[in-house]
């Protein structure tokens, strides 16, 4: 009986130290959650997480929308919209991804756009002031070189490439998502790769109607969602698109859309700035540690991007084998462990030495 009766209390001290643990992971868990979400203390309690940030310009002064999502003072992500002129409405879908992993990260409208200052002088639309405006943001925001991730997608990726260019010292990582360092290289991809996969016909009205600089067309416009957005913007059935989309395109600032990528929904057309735009030659520059997202349906050549991480110091490359453009959408299933796994192995020291 005193055997059994010892043998019992070792099990139950077991089982309590067990249970202690347990209960101990549990409270430093929760208290993580809670530490995660919490405004205490910070200055954007009043507007949850809303920031008006004021941005010098040659044009005068004005404000740009951001918004913080989490506590995290080892990682903060600014997320870089495309367009030129969209909105941070087409990056919701990191909501469904980021929290969880602890990762804090601010939405950002750039100036244009919907939810900041609509100044109406075209001069503003200009790469380099662009770059500018970020630096502004980052520094109203307290990001430094200790946690500062600058995330760029399509023209976001042209704007982040722009500014590691200039100010990767201020930069922890970088991603460049769905966008080559060359608009020319985009053109030739989109016009003897991709167009030709369109029906015959309908490639053949699409062009009809870019000869004649037609862009506003129904018709033309009709064939380029019907046609060529699901195959390579965001690879879905239009009637089965995110809210967060439908808005995004919605709330798009025309003006700022027009002078930078031209008014053809088919390529880089016209005067617009971004025409010319090229950056190859200049890549090798950038020791930052670098991720680039590719998707095998892209507007953009998965190949070129696979180029972008080997050609900056410090890369690594991430391809979404079922994405398209908007492959936070489209394939999440790769798109997302792949960019959480960068921002973690950066933080933690394991990069570049894991893939």
Same mark, same amino acid.
């Given at each position: 009986m005193r055997l059994i009766f010892s043998l019992m209390v070792v099990v139950a001290m077991g089982m309590s130290c067990n249970t202690s643990t347990e209960t101990s992971e549990k409270e430093t *868990?929760? *208290?993580?959650?809670?530490? =995660?979400? &919490?405004?205490?203390? !910070?200055?954007?309690?009043? &507007? #949850?997480?809303?920031?008006?940030?004021?941005?010098?310009?040659?044009? #005068? /002064?004005?404000?740009?929308?951001?918004k913080r999502v989490g506590n995290n003072p080892?990682?903060?992500?600014? @997320?870089?919209? #495309?367009?030129? #002129?969209?909105?941070?409405?087409?990056y919701e879908s990191f909501d469904g991804f980021f929290p969880q992993e602890g990762i804090e990260y601010y939405y950002y409208d750039q100036l244009g756009s919907y939810y900041s200052d609509q100044?109406?002088?075209?001069?503003?639309?200009?790469?380099? !002031?662009?770059?500018?405006e970020v630096e502004q943001v980052r520094k109203a925001l307290g990001?430094? &070189?200790?946690?500062?991730y600058l995330f760029g997608q399509s023209w976001g990726?042209? @704007?982040?490439?722009? =500014?590691?260019?200039? =100010? *990767?010292? /201020?930069?922890?990582g970088l991603i460049i998502s769905n966008m080559v360092p060359s608009i020319p290289d985009y053109m030739k991809y989109n016009e003897e790769v991709l167009a030709p996969q369109l029906p015959e016909e309908?490639?053949?009205?699409?062009?009809?109607?870019?000869?004649?600089?037609? =862009?506003?067309?129904?018709e033309y416009l009709g064939l380029i969602v019907e046609h060529y957005y699901p195959k390579h913007v965001i690879r879905m059935?239009?009637?089965?698109?995110?809210? &967060?989309?439908?808005?995004g395109f919605n709330h798009l600032n025309p003006d700022v859309y027009v002078t930078m990528q031209g008014p053809s929904e088919f390529g880089v057309k016209g005067d617009a700035t971004l025409k010319y735009w090229d950056v190859k030659d200049r890549l090798k520059e950038i020791s930052t540690p670098t991720l680039s997202i590719g998707a095998q349906y892209d507007t953009m050549d998965p190949k070129q991007m696979e180029w972008v991480a080997n050609e900056v110091q410090n890369g690594r490359y991430l391809h979404c084998p079922n994405g398209s453009h908007l492959s936070q959408y489209d394939d999440q299933e790769h798109f997302f462990?792949?960019?959480?796994?960068?921002?973690?192995?950066?933080?933690?020291?394991r990069f570049p030495s894991t893939q």
């Open positions: *868990q929760t *208290q993580e959650t809670v530490d =995660y979400w &919490s405004f205490e203390g !910070r200055d954007d309690q009043f &507007s #949850g997480g809303i920031k008006m940030i004021p941005i010098e310009t040659p044009k #005068g /002064n004005f404000k740009v929308w951001t080892k990682i903060k992500v600014l @997320l870089l919209h #495309g367009g030129p #002129g969209m909105t941070h409405e087409i100044p109406k002088d075209l001069s503003l639309w200009e790469t380099s !002031r662009f770059v500018e990001l430094t &070189s200790d946690n500062f990726g042209i @704007l982040a490439m722009e =500014y590691a260019l200039k =100010y *990767q010292k /201020n930069l922890k309908v490639l053949a009205t699409i062009m009809k109607y870019e000869e004649a600089e037609d =862009y506003g067309n129904e059935p239009v009637e089965e698109w995110p809210n &967060s989309i439908n808005r462990p792949g960019l959480i796994t960068f921002i973690k192995d950066v933080a933690e020291g």
